[in-house]
């Protein structure tokens, strides 16, 4: 199995920038297509962004296209997710997930292994 460790939330202004890891330990993290998932107060949990095991598929959420890019380094079993032109619906707990599904899915059900979450805050 994996350990998930998210950081580098935090408060920001709309059209801040901020940029989330996820330190992964336990199994070999390439064999895991990992993924990043959101939580707003009074929400489900929503898909936000995936990235197949090898770092060269990507999947994002139509609401994060073109502003957040999820990447990943297996090197240093870390994941991670840039965000920019941030905006005050972004805001959420942050959260990264681990899969045996060798591909992209945005499907929360295929993902087994879960961190504990980032807060991120965007005010206007």
């Known amino acids: 199995q994996v350990q998930l460790v998210e950081s580098g939330g935090g408060l920001v202004q709309a059209g801040g920038s901020l940029k989330l890891s996820c330190a992964a330990s336990?199994?070999?993290?390439?064999?895991?297509?990992v993924a990043w998932f959101r939580q707003a107060p009074g929400k489900d949990r929503e898909f936000v962004a995936a990235i197949s095991r090898s770092g060269g598929r990507t999947h994002y959420a139509d609401s994060v296209k073109g502003r957040f890019t999820i990447s990943r380094d297996n090197a240093q079993n870390t994941l991670y997710l840039q965000m920019n032109n941030l905006k005050p619906e972004d805001t959420a707990v942050y959260y990264c997930?681990?899969?045996?599904?060798?591909?992209?899915?945005?499907?929360?059900?295929?993902?087994?292994?879960w961190g504990q979450g980032t807060q991120v805050s965007v005010s206007s």
């Open positions: 997930a681990a899969s045996i599904f060798d591909g992209v899915t945005a499907t929360e059900t295929l993902y087994r292994y």
């Open positions: 336990g199994r070999t993290f390439s064999t895991y297509s």
